[in-house]
Every structure is written in structure tokens, then in C-alpha cells.
């Protein structure tokens, strides 16, 4: 038999187990627990009581009566529902006047809380360190700043085009040919020329953002892919959004 536990050392143990789940719980334990409170009695609080105590209505506590482990199961069901805890349970008992299964099992709950206590530091203390600034895939840094040759150091004022250029480059001289005649010209448009343009090491999606008029780039190379004069060309061209400054 084990030492009996004063009123004001079983207070300090519900304290301290106070925000542990009941998963601290071994099976160890919920097996004694369950010789425990299994038992009809005429004389002491079982499973049926607690249940009470614990928030469960008439028809849950006859289904529970249909299970091998009625105590056992009882557990399971409320470790999942709102204030279940290890130090709710120790209450619960002691306001039945189950002095006796704190006794005897007291020792043995506090191993099982000692021990979750210490499983979970120990897996605090081994998960990686992670920078709060990349802790998801929304950028949190100035990505779209310091992209082209013109920007802003700071990445305050972001430098902006009319349209980006997709091509090859196989097709370098048919780019020259559109930059001399959409830059060189009345039209004035500004291009993104990622060879000449977009500073090393840049992230494509950001090259896309920055240009600014994404869609309307393919349909500006496909367009002039197919001319065959400067004319043509410019019959294409009117069709991409002029900027407003």
C-alpha cells in the first residue's frame, strides 16, 4: 500500500497537472484506473459517476456501458472535449471520494506527467530554427526591388515597362528588330529585355511581375514573329497599353 497523500500535497499535484492532457496518460495507468472504477460498488463512486462529473449525458453513459472497458473507453472519449485534462481528472476523483485511487496510482500519474513533460521539451528543443521573415511562401521582403539594372537600390520605386519580351535566344536579332522599332520610334514604348534589363540571379516570377503587362507580351512576340515589314509591325504594335506617364 502506498503512502497516503495529504490534502495539501494532492492540491499542489493537480496545480502542477493542471494543463496537461489526459494523453500524459499511459496505458499503464488507465488500465489501473480502469480496475478502479469498473467495479460496481454500493460503497464508492465508479465509472458511471465520474462520467457525470465529467459532462456526460444518460444515453453516452449507456453506450459506454456496452464496451469491454467502460473506464477505459470513458477516457478516450473525453480527452477529446473542451477542460479534459490530467488535473481535471485528479478533481474529479477527489470530489467523489476516491482518495483511494489517488493513493495508489498518484505516484504513477506524476512518472506519466513527468515524462510527457520531458518528451515534449525534448522535441521543442530539436525542431529547427526557422527565420520568421520566410516562415510561408508569401514573400516578405522587397522581392519586386533591386530587379532590373534601373531600379531602386531600396526597392522603393521599382522600375516599370510597357511589356516584357519572351523569346529564345536563337531569336536575338528579331528582338533587336522590335527594340529599335517600339523604343526607337513615336511609339516610345519601354521594354523588358531580360538580357539587357534584368539584373543575374533574379526569380523569374519576379521578372513576369515586374514587366507589368505579362499577357500582353505573348501576344506582342507571337504578333511579330509572323511579319514580314515594318509595317505589319506597326499594325501590331497599337495594341499594346501605353503607360500613362
Known amino acids: ?30 488500465r489501473r484506473l480502469s480496475l478502479f472504477l469498473n467495479v460496481r460498488t454500493q460503497v464508492a463512486a465508479d465509472w458511471t459517476a465520474l462520467a457525470e462529473e465529467m459532462g456526460f449525458e444518460y444515453l453516452e453513459i449507456r453506450h459506454l456501458e456496452m464496451h469491454a472497458d467502460p473506464m477505459g473507453k470513458l477516457l478516450d472519449d473525453w480527452q477529446g472535449r473542451p477542460g479534459a485534462s490530467v488535473g481535471r481528472l485528479l478533481e474529479l476523483l477527489t470530489k467523489l471520494g476516491r482518495e483511494d485511487v489517488l493513493v495508489e496510482l498518484g505516484p504513477s500519474i506524476e512518472e506519466d506527467c513527468q515524462k510527457y513533460i520531458l518528451k515534449q521539451q525534448q522535441e521543442e528543443s530539436e525542431k529547427p530554427l526557422q527565420v520568421p521573415a520566410v516562415d510561408s511562401s508569401d514573400p516578405r521582403t522587397p522581392e519586386r526591388g533591386g530587379i532590373t539594372m534601373l531600379d531602386d537600390p531600396l526597392g522603393q520605386m521599382p522600375e516599370r515597362f510597357d511589356a516584357f519580351i519572351c523569346y529564345c535566344p536563337s531569336d536575338i536579332q528579331f528582338v533587336q528588330e522590335m527594340i529599335r522599332q517600339l523604343e526607337q ?16 540571379g533574379t526569380c523569374v516570377w519576379s521578372i513576369a511581375n515586374a514587366g507589368g503587362w505579362w499577357w500582353w507580351s505573348l501576344m506582342i512576340t507571337y504578333k511579330a514573329r509572323n511579319v514580314t515589314s515594318r509595317l505589319s509591325l506597326r499594325s501590331a504594335s497599337p495594341r499594346v497599353p501605353i503607360r500613362s506617364d
Open 185 to 200: 520610334t513615336n511609339y516610345r514604348l519601354k521594354l523588358c529585355v531580360s538580357d539587357r534589363d534584368v539584373l543575374p
Open 1 to 30: 500500500m502506498a503512502a497516503e497523500v495529504s490534502p495539501a500535497e494532492s492540491a499542489s499535484r493537480v496545480c502542477s497537472m493542471s494543463s496537461l492532457p489526459l494523453a500524459a496518460l499511459n496505458v499503464r495507468v488507465r
